[in-house]
C-alpha cells in the first residue's frame, strides 16, 4: 500500500509559478512510476506529467516547456514544477503512483491551483 500527500497548491496569478511537492509512504517508491494528474470543472481526469523509476518523463502537450516533474528517491517525494501558468492550468491537482503507465493506481487527495487572469 502507498500513501500519498499533496502540497504547495495555491492562488497565483497567471505567468507566476508554483512547486507541488508529493511525499510517499512505503519502501518500495524508488520502483514505482510517479505522475500528477490534474482535473478541472467539468472536464475528465488529465495526465500532465509522469516520471518513470529510471528518470525518463513525459508531458502533456498542454504543458510541454512550462511544467517539470522530478523524483527524489532518498525523500520519497516527487515535485511538479509549473511555470508560466495560465487560468487554464486552475484543476485539482493528484499525485498518483504505479507499477507502469500510466501511473494511476494510487492517488492522493488532491491540491488546488488556482490561476487568476
Known amino acids: 500500500q502507498v500513501q500519498l500527500v499533496e502540497s504547495g497548491g495555491g492562488l497565483v496569478q497567471a505567468g507566476g509559478s508554483l512547486r507541488l511537492s508529493c511525499t510517499a509512504s512505503?519502501?518500495?517508491?524508488?520502483?514505482?512510476?510517479m505522475g500528477w494528474y490534474r482535473q478541472a470543472p467539468g472536464n475528465e481526469r488529465e495526465l500532465v506529467a509522469s516520471i518513470t523509476p529510471g528518470g525518463n518523463t513525459n508531458y502533456a502537450d498542454s504543458v510541454k516547456g512550462r511544467f517539470t516533474i522530478t523524483r527524489d528517491n532518498a525523500k520519497i517525494t516527487v515535485y511538479l514544477q509549473m511555470n508560466s501558468l495560465k487560468p487554464e492550468d486552475t484543476a485539482v491537482y493528484y499525485c498518483?503512483?504505479?507499477?507502469?503507465?500510466?501511473?494511476?493506481?494510487?492517488w492522493g487527495q488532491g491540491t488546488q491551483v488556482t490561476v487568476s487572469s
Open positions: 498518483t503512483a504505479g507499477n507502469g503507465l500510466p501511473p494511476n493506481h494510487y
Open positions: 512505503g519502501r518500495l517508491f524508488r520502483n514505482y512510476a
